[in-house]
């Protein structure tokens, strides 16, 4: 849903609407499967009308089989008034929790008769969790028919040390590279079809999305989107 909910993806889309945004969105992935994946996300914008700047906040939560991952995260933009457009600068600051359910899991090797014995050492037997702090940065070029950004999550790399039987075994939040682009093509007076991409990396796997949306006068929406 990256077309309705731009700011997780760049901290630069902070205000760029030029008013309060607020979205909420919940997704379920193949639903009925055990362990399917689902997102709650919440995410606030706007101007703040003090040196061109703008603030917002976005909260995940996001839950995978034995994973959950939790971000709350504080975007700040500094925007440029061009003649064509606005060009904006975005950083965006917070805290990442992850929590794994050591419990749940079944290694190959392990032995589960009358209790949990993984034979695994970096495998935890409960829940374990922890936090860390993280950075990102974004640039964004918003105009009435075009709309462009580059950003970079997990600037910091960070590593959460979850405590297991040989310890601590550190999961690395890998650096993320993304790329945004949209073209509003309107069609009529009513009708306006806009194409968009997202593309991310993070230099070792590769994701694109592709999709289109049609806007009835600025008011109902539908579409389609591939990846």
Request: charged residues 15%.
């Amino acid at each position: 849903h990256y077309m309705f909910n731009q700011l997780p993806i760049n901290p630069a889309v902070a205000g760029k609407n030029q008013a309060l945004d607020a979205t909420l969105l919940y997704r379920n992935q193949w639903t009925g499967v055990e362990g399917n994946p689902s997102t709650i996300s919440l995410s606030v914008h706007s101007p703040l009308n003090i040196a061109n700047s703008s603030a917002g906040l976005y909260i995940v939560h996001d839950r995978l089989g034995a994973q959950r991952t939790n971000y709350v995260m504080l975007s700040y933009a500094y925007r440029l008034n061009l003649k064509f457009g606005d060009l904006a600068f975005g950083l965006n600051a917070g805290i990442v929790q992850k929590s794994i359910d050591g419990s749940i899991l079944r290694a190959p090797q392990g032995n589960y008769e009358g209790g949990i014995d993984h034979q695994d050492d970096f495998i935890p037997n409960s829940v374990q969790s922890a936090i860390a702090p993280e950075l990102g940065l974004g640039v964004y070029l918003n105009t009435e028919k075009y709309f462009a950004g580059l950003s970079v999550q997990n600037l910091m790399e960070s590593r959460l040390g979850l405590t297991t039987q040989a310890g601590s075994s550190d999961i690395r939040l890998g650096r993320t590279y993304q790329a945004l682009g949209g073209y509003n093509i309107p069609l009529n007076t009513k009708l306006t079809l806009t194409p968009s991409a997202l593309y991310k990396t993070d230099l070792a796997l590769h994701q694109i999305d592709f999709s289109v949306l049609m806007d009835y006068k600025n008011n109902i929406w539908g579409g389609a989107s591939f990846r």
